[in-house]
């Protein structure tokens, strides 16, 4: 469960900021976005994921992690709301999927002691 979290959040920092690039600035430009913001906001969201991954991987900071990324997808969550509430419906559900992840790391958060 851990080692999926840890994937999760870093794989999606690395492929917004190495491999999407253009997709994941150019939907914050579709819905507006001042332009002077556009790369700042993709860098530094792209970062804290992989922050949060890395956070989760190891042991003394793993709940740190976990809560910090619960804040990160509800955060997520009310921005989209706000700035790109077509994302709710997209086909492939990269908001729908934010819900479970919230619950995953509540789970692990709890059962953190365990491992």
């Known amino acids: 469960m851990i080692a999926s979290l840890v994937l ?8 917004a900021l190495f491999i999407s690039w253009d997709a994941a600035a150019g939907i914050l430009r579709a819905h507006g976005f001042p332009p002077s913001l556009v790369a700042p906001v993709t860098i530094l969201t792209s970062l804290m994921d992989m ?3 890395v956070l989760i991987a190891f042991r003394r900071s793993c709940a740190v992690g976990l809560v910090a990324g619960m804040v990160a997808s509800l955060g997520y969550m009310a921005g989209a709301a706000i700035l790109t509430p077509d994302l709710w419906i997209e086909p492939l559900g990269a908001l729908v999927k934010t819900g479970p992840a919230i619950v995953l790391m509540l789970v692990a958060l709890a059962t953190l002691d365990n491992r």
């Open 8 to 15: 999760f959040w870093t794989a999606s920092g690395f492929i």
């Open 51 to 53: 922050t949060i991954g």
